[in-house]
């Protein structure tokens, strides 16, 4: 059985400047539908109020732990992967993600430390210089002359993106997880695979190319590990030894 990877609990959301109290009980309820808990507010005009607790409606403990910081660098100190949530495309060069890349990117970054999703002010975003503290930018593909969501509805897209990614991504790095098969692994299954099917005759010697092309296709998406890659060897020796017995 594999180790528990519950990556939610470490993406986090950080809102910058947020100006209507009412986002930010909004974005609590949209993180516990997604079963995301970790807010932090950086230099919200009003918290905590009425208002974002009567939108939060029964996410009252996401805003009761959210932490109020007043500088961007002090939400994101201990995360190792920071992604800026972006309603423009712009044109200098961060790397851009769809929100769905976000949600993978996110997930897997967790396998290894804290990662934070930041969103920027309603009226005007995020700065330059808040975006220099990003290592990514994300933007939910929309009306390009109509970009912008409302800042709770852009972060229950990453969210769900993130929790739907949960069930997608294989961990890689920690404990008996075991490595990415390599190319040459890889390329090591395949001959093995060719030889192993040739020798019961499954396969057609002089013709079975685009075979071993549709094995390449299926095998590659499967992203197998290099114990499941030792495992399907095992299983092509076994093949090979019980058809040719002496
Ligand atoms: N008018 C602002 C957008 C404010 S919306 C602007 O043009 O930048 C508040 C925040 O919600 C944004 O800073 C961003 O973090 C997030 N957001 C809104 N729409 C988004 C989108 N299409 N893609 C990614 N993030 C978005």
């Given amino acids: ?63 009761d732990q959210a932490r109020v910081v007043s500088t961007l660098a002090e939400a994101l100190a201990d995360c ?22 976000v949600g993978e990117f996110a997930v897997r970054a967790a396998d290894v430390g804290r990662v934070a999703l930041v969103f920027g002010r309603e009226d005007s975003g995020l700065t330059n210089e808040e975006l220099d503290q990003c290592d990514k930018l994300g933007h939910i593909a929309s009306n390009p002359t109509y970009s912008s969501l409302n800042l709770a509805a852009a972060v229950q897209v990453f969210a ?16 008996y997880r075991y490595q990415p098969a390599t190319h040459a692994d890889m390329e090591g299954f395949y001959v093995h695979l060719e030889q192993a099917l040739l020798q019961v005759n499954y396969l057609d010697p002089n013709k079975h190319e685009r075979f071993m092309r ?19 060897r095992g299983m092509l020796t076994a093949v090979i030894k019980a058809s040719n017995p002496q």
């Fill in 214 to 232: 549709r094995m390449r296709r299926l095998f590659n998406r499967a992203q197998p590990d290099s114990k499941e890659i030792a495992i399907l």
């Fill in 160 to 175: 769900y993106e993130c929790r739907m990614a949960c069930g997608a991504v294989v961990p890689q790095s920690e404990g």
């Fill in 80 to 101: 190792h992967q920071v992604i800026g949530a972006s309603a423009r495309l712009r044109k200098v060069a961060w790397p851009q993600l769809s929100s769905r890349e």
């Fill in 1 to 63: 059985m594999q180790d528990q990877f519950e990556p939610l609990p470490l993406i986090r959301i950080v809102l910058v400047a947020t100006s209507h109290p009412g986002n930010i009980g909004a974005v609590a309820r949209a993180m516990k539908n997604m079963g995301l808990h970790d807010l932090v507010l950086v230099n919200p005009n009003q918290f905590p109020s009425y208002e974002a607790s009567a939108r939060a409606s029964g996410a009252a403990d996401i805003l």
